[in-house]
């Protein structure tokens, strides 16, 4: 970290002089002014700074003295130091012997807001480190000894279970800020273009997955941000794979899991990889070129059916695996008009819904349709 710049420099002289009704000038490591309350005097050469910087200590110039040196006036110079290094000079203008006893506060000050800075500057370069850590856990790289040497630094344990969460939001900041509060130690976490990406420590028993407590706990972030902060979010979990390999994997399945999510239930909150293996597998293949161009039996029935009422039975019946009491009832329709549809679908396609290979293929090209 440079330790003294113009703008921490600036900072100090505004925050000291709220202090004091004196002007102040901080000079760095070469004797320049850089930062004054009188604006006239930067980027001059401070002779009064100098000697601090050379001598390591407190430097006082009466009116009597100014024409020994270049570019001062009269008042007190002190050194600036960041762990026990000089690494600038803090000067009060006036009269020694009325600032006298200033001194000290606004050197204090000084190297308190110079030390703020440094720590604050300390954490986000942790942040970023972090960050990178938990981008090679995504993408899956190798890990060498640098990246062990650096989680350890971090205080990171890498080998805790972890499953991946995406959550998207159009107001990422806000959703954030809430966020951080309910993490925990262990819940790493990046932001990413697009949405915020968790690697949250989850529960083993007897080394499977206590996947109903992390789904609960989702449930109620998702209603928190809905009704106490009004933002509108989309939760997406991959499932638990073991090993840091598996991280990378959870986070490929939460990412397809969104996305599958978005298109097949664009008014759900939450998206769960488990729920949606044969849709992301799908949306996968047609991702990498390999999916197998299924019949157009969903566009023969849109061409017939205007009102949307064979595709809605067809989904319907698929989600209910074919009970028909409950299709006919989530439908409000009689089970007579319920058989009429699923003949007319047969009909129309040359495919018996009620055959399970032939609904499979139904099934198939109405998931292709959605997600192309």
Not at 30 to 51: F, N
């Amino acid at each position: 970290m440079k330790y003294l710049d113009k703008r921490l420099a600036q900072e100090i002289v505004n925050r000291t002089m709220t202090i004091i009704n004196w002007n102040i000038n901080v000079m760095n490591e070469k004797g320049i002014i850089i930062a004054s309350g009188d604006e006239r005097r930067v980027d001059a050469v401070h002779e009064g700074a100098l000697k601090v910087i050379e001598t390591q200590a407190g430097f006082e110039i009466a009116d009597t003295e100014i024409g020994q040196f270049h570019g001062v006036k009269a008042g007190i110079n002190l050194p600036i130091k960041s762990f026990d290094k000089v690494v600038g000079v803090i000067g009060i203008t006036g009269n020694p012997t009325e600032i006298r006893h200033y001194g000290e506060l606004v050197k204090m000050a000084a190297e308190m807001i110079i030390q703020q800075a440094f720590l604050m500057e300390e954490m986000q370069w942790d942040e970023r480190l972090k960050e990178e850590l938990v981008t090679k856990l995504l993408d899956g790289q190798e890990y060498d000894a640098l990246f062990f040497d650096r989680a350890k630094r971090l205080g990171i344990d890498v080998r805790i279970p972890r499953t991946a969460v995406i959550i998207a939001s159009k107001d990422k900041a806000r959703v954030f800020k809430s966020l951080r509060s309910k993490l925990l130690k262990d819940d790493l976490h990046v932001v990413h273009q697009q949405y915020i990406i968790l690697l949250k420590k989850i529960a083993l028993k007897d080394g499977v997955w206590n996947e109903a407590a992390t789904k609960l706990e989702l449930k109620k972030w998702a209603a928190y941000f809905e009704k106490q902060e009004g933002i509108s979010v989309k939760i997406a979990l991959g499932s638990y794979h073991s090993g840091m390999e598996g991280l990378s994997v959870s986070y490929q399945e939460a990412v397809h899991a969104l996305k599958v999510g978005r298109k097949l239930s664009p008014d759900t909150t939450l998206y769960f990889s488990d729920d949606s293996k044969l849709p992301i597998f799908l949306s996968q293949a047609l991702e990498l070129g390999l999916s197998v161009s299924m019949e157009p039996y969903v566009d023969r029935l849109k061409h017939q059916d205007k009102k949307g009422e064979l595709l809605e039975t067809l989904l319907m019946y698929v989600e209910e695996n074919g009970d028909v009491n409950k299709v006919a009832s989530k439908l409000f329709i009689h089970r007579n008009t319920l058989r009429y549809r699923l003949e007319r679908i047969n009909e129309l396609t040359g495919k018996n819904p009620r055959k399970l290979k032939e609904l499979v293929e139904l099934y198939l090209s109405l998931l292709q349709n959605q997600l192309s």
